[in-house]
């Protein structure tokens, strides 16, 4: 009946299991996962070996009884022998401990997920679109062309109602999509055997504006840094601060080596991007932007360049845009993707998706551990009060004489509630001792699943044994209050397991 219980639950929490996972990890093929012959299978034995097993240990302590212990045990008003009720104890203080540690991992990342929402990414996400272009064809093969449809479908997308500002970008943040490039600095050496490295971007006028990240200092791109104007570049608050800790980086120049494209235009695209790096093109630094996690809210901001997509000397083959809105910004996708086609018709344009949703996504796969360990903990901890509250109601019973003898010679109800409950509370405590040594070893290999928490913090051990401790409260509670109500005039009827002539 268990068995059948589970499969029927499993069937019914396997769609919003596979929803989550698709959704939130998008899992390949996770529409294909079901329950299939071999997991009924599954169900059946291990429902087949549990019941065995459960009724195996009893059955051979029922097969060695002593009659004269028995005897002893029942003039005490005890039906169980010791070693039932001790085995049975064992089994509460092991099921206590392992929803004590499955509780404790899962509070780590609760905290742990909770601390990372609250993780300033450096720009304001809401009410943005974003959509991705594929710049593969030979008409965008020269930065002018490219920079000339772009500027046209900037003006076109600006000019739709609802619309605040738009800008172009190469890689979006929070995306984890990144690329590097080495450079050197006019008028320093570059270290030995190797040159700085920072992290690189193409972006345009107002990209900054549009995701809402905070210029610090000078001025952002314009539509004037063309192909025939002095390279510019904006950097980071992060590269500022490595690279001029005791100097104003505005009016300093750099000079960039091409990166690999991720798919080259062609052979002479290439030797171009080649030749531009090897002349030593020097970008003066116009800027100096927030930081921006660019690789999720878990990682730390690193050095970034970011290059005008105006001036890109790499025929970079990849842009996305970004359109910030006054409104919902899917409801903009198609008003956006005629804005594009009206400019060029054979421009695909895919991926829309909200700023809100990137963020979201970045931190999808501490969200699905977190709530998966807390599903796994909340039915660890609902076994755990159930093996409670049956030890503890199994206890009043077989000592409903003895209770009924200590109310007669005059045990207060208080008294019996508190022994009753004080017996909850050991087993509890016990198993509380022994989940808390066990998650002290098992939670240190959760270290790379947690951010900014450490693997034994203290409050949310604490946290969870309080809640351990008050969810024993509440099991033992009713049994408790049935052994306060029990009638010594009736006590001794209700448990008469041997007579003086050995019959009820």
């Known amino acids: 009946m268990g068995g059948t219980l589970g499969l029927l639950l499993a069937v019914?929490?396997?769609?919003?299991?596979?929803?989550?996972?698709?959704?939130?990890?998008?899992?390949?093929?996770?529409?294909?996962?079901?329950?299939?012959?071999?997991?009924?299978?599954?169900?059946?034995?291990?429902?087949?070996?549990?019941?065995?097993?459960?009724?195996?240990?009893p059955a051979l302590g029922a097969s060695k009884v002593?009659?004269?212990?028995?005897?002893?045990?029942?003039?005490?008003?005890?039906?169980?022998?010791?070693?039932?009720?001790?085995?049975?104890?064992?089994?509460?203080?092991?099921?206590v401990a392992l929803a004590l540690v499955l509780l404790s991992g899962a509070g780590l990342m609760i905290k742990s997920f909770l601390l990372l929402t609250q993780v300033n990414s450096g720009l304001q996400p809401e009410n943005v679109l974003t959509v991705d272009f594929s710049l593969q064809s030979s008409r965008y093969s020269h930065t002018a062309t490219r920079a000339a449809s772009f500027q046209q479908i900037l003006h076109r997308v600006q000019e739709l109602p609802g619309v605040d500002s738009a800008a172009v970008v190469a890689d979006i943040p929070l995306t984890h999509n990144e690329d590097g490039l080495e450079f050197s600095i006019e008028g320093l050496p570059d270290p030995p055997n190797q040159r700085r490295e920072a992290?690189?971007?193409?972006?345009?006028?107002?990209?900054f504006r549009t995701l809402g990240i905070p210029l610090l200092e000078g001025r952002d791109f314009s539509e004037r840094d063309a192909g025939g104007a002095p390279p510019v570049v904006l950097i980071n608050e992060a590269?500022?601060?490595?690279?001029?800790?005791?100097?104003?980086?505005?009016?300093?120049?750099?000079?960039?080596?091409?990166?690999?494209?991720?798919e080259p235009l062609g052979e002479h695209d290439h030797a171009r991007g080649a030749d531009q790096a090897n002349q030593g093109t020097w970008f003066s630094v116009i800027g100096i932007a927030g930081d921006v996690r660019q690789m999720g809210l878990r990682s730390e901001t690193q050095p970034e360049v970011y290059v005008s997509y105006l001036q890109d000397p790499y025929q970079w083959p990849f842009l996305s845009?970004?359109?910030?809105?006054?409104?919902d910004p899917l409801r903009l996708f198609p008003a956006v993707e005629q804005a594009v086609w009206s400019v060029d018709k054979d421009q695909p344009v895919s991926n829309p998706m909200t700023m809100d949703r990137i963020r979201s996504d970045s931190i999808a796969q501490p969200r699905v551990t977190a709530l998966l360990l807390s599903l796994f903990a909340a039915l660890a901890l609902l076994l755990a009060s159930v093996g409670l509250y049956g030890v503890v109601a199994r206890s009043v019973t077989e000592r409903t004489h003895e209770i009924g003898v200590r109310v007669a010679l005059g045990a207060r109800p208080l008294e019996v509630f508190r022994q009753?409950?004080?017996?909850?509370?050991?087993?509890?405590?016990?198993?509380t001792a022994i989940g808390l040594a066990g998650a002290f070893g098992t939670t240190r290999v959760m270290t790379s699943l947690l951010y900014d928490v450490r693997p034994t913090d203290w409050v949310t051990f604490t946290a969870v044994s309080l809640l351990l401790m008050a969810v024993t409260l509440l099991a033992s509670y009713v049994p408790a209050r049935h052994a306060t109500k029990i009638d010594p005039m009736v006590a001794p009827l209700r448990i008469r397991p041997f007579s003086r002539h050995g019959a009820r």
């Open 12 to 57: 019914w929490g396997l769609a919003g299991l596979v929803a989550l996972l698709s959704h939130d990890l998008s899992i390949p093929r996770a529409a294909d996962i079901g329950i299939d012959r071999w997991m009924l299978t599954f169900a059946l034995a291990i429902s087949l070996v549990t019941g065995l097993v459960s009724g195996l240990a």
């Open 66 to 95: 002593d009659l004269n212990e028995s005897l002893k045990e029942g003039s005490r008003g005890l039906t169980g022998s010791r070693g039932h009720n001790r085995f049975r104890s064992a089994l509460v203080v092991v099921e």
């Open 199 to 207: 992290r690189f971007n193409i972006a345009g006028p107002k990209y």
């Open 321 to 327: 845009m970004l359109v910030r809105t006054t409104s």
């Open 420 to 431: 009753v409950v004080g017996r909850g509370m050991i087993l509890a405590l016990a198993g």
């Open 239 to 262: 590269m500022a601060r490595r690279f001029w800790p005791n100097a104003n980086p505005i009016g300093q120049r750099i000079s960039t080596d091409a990166p690999a494209a991720p």
